[in-house]
């Protein structure tokens, strides 16, 4: 019997773990709780004898979110802060509604690839490939019952093109994916960006970065 190379086991260890972004429980559940002394990469446990079945249940996809607002777009999301019952589960979900013309912005989650699925109502959607592949833009417009997978940290939107109210949901692979607004992160930072620095990356004269950071950026989260 021929055996693997040492060095090559340990490469199929390595990019095993690699694949596995949020570790593995090591245990049937880990509820989270909060402990606002200490501060760990993730949640701590919530004792198991006194979990029960209302620790894997969550209520918030019940009722539409409120879309009165700048984007015309409300995303719910059920992630471990507001899912206790996901820690350590390594997956999330968000529900997104839509004014008709309601725009979720550009933004990334640095931690979690998202898939999509249209419920009700007509989408566009993209997303944009890193500088390796010179940014080149993705898009597709969704109909009810498509589904369509954003890769983990790339920047993506959805725009609702339909003359009615649009519902989507969205699995992600992390209990806590993140989410970066790219404008409200850009121009709404606190403390915010040198002018110096945006004149020059965005190429644009100084009056229009004081006008963008003036600006309030709504957060739809």
């Not at 709780?33 to 004792?47: M, Q, R, S, T, Y």
């Not at 984007?71 to 992630?79: D, E, I, Q, Y």
């Amino acid at each position: 019997m021929k055996f693997l190379p040492t060095s090559l086991l340990i490469l199929a260890l390595a990019t095993a773990t690699a694949f596995a972004f949020d570790p593995s429980p090591l245990q049937d559940f880990c509820v989270a709780i909060n402990d606002p002394e200490v501060f760990v990469n993730g949640k701590f446990c919530k004792d198991p004898k006194q979990v029960t079945a209302d620790d894997f249940l969550f209520k918030g996809f019940r009722y539409p979110g409120n879309t009165a607002n700048p984007l015309g777009s409300k995303v719910t999301p059920a992630f471990v802060d507001q899912f206790p019952g996901l820690n350590t589960l390594g997956i999330s979900m968000a529900r997104i509604d839509f004014a008709p013309g309601g725009l979720n912005p550009p933004h990334t989650h640095p931690r979690g690839t998202e898939v999509l699925v249209v419920a009700e109502g007509t989408l566009l959607v993209g997303f944009v490939t890193s500088n390796q592949l010179n940014n080149t833009l993705f898009t597709k417009v969704l109909y009810k019952g498509d589904v369509f997978v954003f890769p983990i940290g790339l920047i993506h939107f959805q725009l609702n093109i339909g003359k009615t109210p649009a519902l989507a949901f969205a699995a992600l692979s992390s209990q806590n994916p993140g989410v970066i607004t790219i404008a409200n992160a850009v121009f709404g930072s606190k403390p915010p960006f040198s002018a110096d620095v945006l004149t020059k990356a965005f190429q644009v004269d100084k009056k229009v970065v004081d006008y963008l950071q003036a600006q309030f950026w709504y957060d739809n989260n």
